[in-house]
């Protein structure tokens, strides 16, 4: 139904809406800035323990395969797969249902703790590996302000997946807040650090 021509709202009232939908995004876009990542089934990731950072198995497209080869489904070209459920995101392991729960980009499996690694991102049909050079990073994060502050939503959607993918993340300790970021020892005055990476990777 086309509320403007039901004549139910007059213009200045769709334009509230419009201006409440926006905010809504928004607002929704600082809280995902301000959470650790979340799991998308077009990435792929190394799956490592998070108390040895021992490789345990990469998820690529929702596929799980195991580091090490252990015996497999004789009709099973890979180990397992992740499932996003409406009570979460599970993986499967052969007969074996809902064995591991991811939450973030964490995951438990029969009492152990993991972290997913984000290796790969596909962006727009085009695979893309995590942005490492940190002058770049800091020209998208730069950008992605800008964007935010003009409101520039196709802009700063298309600038999103590459930043939040990125090998660095916006440094916890500062925020990268103007003022705060100059004294900032964590950051050394950059406003972002290298993500952590486990003990024993790369
Ligand atoms: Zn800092």
Redesign the pocket.
């Known amino acids: 139904m086309d509320l403007l021509s039901e004549g139910l709202i007059d213009e200045l009232e769709q334009f509230d809406m419009n201006e409440m939908a926006d905010a809504a995004y928004w607002h929704a876009v600082e809280e995902l800035q301000s959470m650790p990542g979340q799991y998308r089934g077009a990435s792929s990731y190394d799956v490592v323990h998070i108390d040895n950072g021992e490789l345990l198995g990469t998820i690529s497209r929702s596929i799980f395969n195991f580091a090490k080869s252990e015996p497999r489904g004789a009709y099973s070209g890979y180990d397992g797969k992740v499932y996003s459920e409406p009570d979460g995101v599970w993986l499967s392991l052969g007969i074996s249902r809902r064995v591991g729960k991811i939450a973030g980009l964490a995951m438990e499996m029969n009492g152990c703790r993991y972290r997913l690694i984000e290796t790969e991102r596909m962006v727009d049909g085009v695979t893309h590996h995590p942005l490492a050079d940190a002058d770049v990073y800091r020209a998208l994060v730069d950008a992605a302000q800008v964007a935010q502050e003009e409101r520039d939503l196709r802009a700063f959607e298309k600038l999103r997946p590459h930043i939040e993918s990125a090998a660095f993340c916006i440094?916890?300790?500062?925020?990268?807040r103007f003022g705060?970021?100059d004294d900032?020892?964590?950051?050394?005055?950059?406003?972002?650090?290298t993500k952590p990476a486990p003990a024993g990777l790369r």
């Open positions: 440094c916890p300790e500062c925020l990268d705060a970021r900032c020892t964590t950051c050394a005055g950059k406003g972002f650090v």
